[in-house]
């Protein structure tokens, strides 16, 4: 195939790689402001650009992957800021109005005329760290995303475990904080990781401690600078984080945990986080756990190509 755009090199930093399938699937990574699209087969994935996500339209919602169609499409893999039930394919999708509530592959395959898989952009990423990145060579991945929020995805053995709902991996939900700390969270909680472990929530306990508006971004920084006050706050963090997640590992057995989203942009942040949560998993290892994500260029692109060409590839 010749498009004049670049693939996506097979150097475990954002790879589908070369697994002798002959189908093309067309894979995209949907949020709330783009439609980024690519285009998956032998070689890899070719990123084919990016269009506006039309929110509160559904005909232009479909319109913007139906501009991405082609001869020799065999299927289409979806990645998506939602939960998608196993059971109805319903997505719940909050900050796609348009589709929210709607059983989208079924709709799209009808509009489309192709088969469409969909999954959680968080699951896209743990797959894609299980297959191409970090997690390779593990049988059981948690991929964590620490970014606005918190999410996560859980591969045994190469394939994704999505559970009852959806939810399996979604560790960033349920009332596991108890205290000050317990700040009601978007899914109707009260107490969520969610709340305090992504940036929005390292946020929220800086201003819990008593200082002004700051961005993640400048509290980190002022951590790494040696800061009196950013101190404490992200031992907090670290606190109220590790613990939750150790358990995780404990529950799932989990070999390697994958971290990525904006606070992974700090590797310190992350090492600390690792050796926290080593100290409170059972299981004892001198080998970091938690480690940063590897496939860094396009990783809603890699998993929902990997999974595209899983379910329809030769």
Known sequence: MSTGRRRIANDG????????????????DIGGSRIKAGSAEAGGVTPLG?????????????????????????????????????????????????IDGLALAPLLEARLGLPVIVLNDADCFALAEARKGA???HGTVFGVILGTGVGGGLVIDGKLVTGAGGYAGEWGHGPVIRGEFAFPCGCGQVGCIDTVGGARGLERLWRASGGEALGSVEILARWQAGD????????????LVSGPL??????????????????ANVPALIARLDAAVRARVLRRTERPLVVLAECTVEPGLIGAAEAGLAEFGD
């Open 246 to 263: 150790a358990m995780v590992l404990n529950v799932t057995g989990a070999g390697i945990v994958p971290v990525g989203g904006g606070l």
């Open 135 to 137: 997690g390779r060579g």
């Open 228 to 239: 009196a006050d950013a101190a404490p706050v992200v031992d907090l963090w670290e606190e």
């Open 50 to 98: 990016a269009v506006p996500t039309a929110v509160d339209d559904l005909d232009g919602f479909v319109a913007g992957l139906a501009g991405f169609m082609r001869p020799g499409v065999r299927g289409v893999a979806i990645s998506i800021a939602g939960v998608v039930e196993p059971e109805t394919g319903i997505g719940r999708v909050a900050n796609i109005r348009c």
């Open 13 to 28: 930093r954002g790879t589908v790689g070369k697994r002798g399938w002959q189908a093309v699937i067309l894979c995209f």
